[in-house]
């Protein structure tokens, strides 16, 4: 089955083709991205995986504290990120109070 793993407490010095690295042994990597900032380009510390595996959590419990660069990695199994728009149930930040004048 596919699954999407988030990595956390990433290197800065770990790119997209590292995290595939380190994730390879453990089953077919679909994907394995490192997030970056969008105004320095820089890494913002972690990244998320898309891999073909059998076990979950075997493969959580093997990756999970794999030391980099001395820093130990945080895996678990990304969350779906909640739908945005004007039908998502959320306030947004438009407007205000209006009557505070």
């Given at each position: ?13 770990v790119?997209?083709a ?84």
């Amino acid at each position: 089955m596919q699954v999407k793993l988030f990595v956390g407490n990433l290197s800065w010095s770990v790119g997209d083709a590292e995290l595939t690295e380190i994730f390879a042994g453990h089953g077919e990597v679909q994907s394995a991205r490192v997030i970056n900032d969008r105004d320095t380009g820089r890494s913002r510390g972690f990244g998320f995986v898309e891999i073909e595996t059998q076990d979950v959590t075997a493969l959580i419990q093997a990756t999970d504290g794999y030391e980099i660069d001395g820093r130990n990695l945080r895996v678990n199994q990304a969350e779906e990120k909640p739908a945005s728009g004007r039908n998502s149930g959320g306030r947004g930040g438009y407007g205000g109070r209006r009557d505070r004048y």
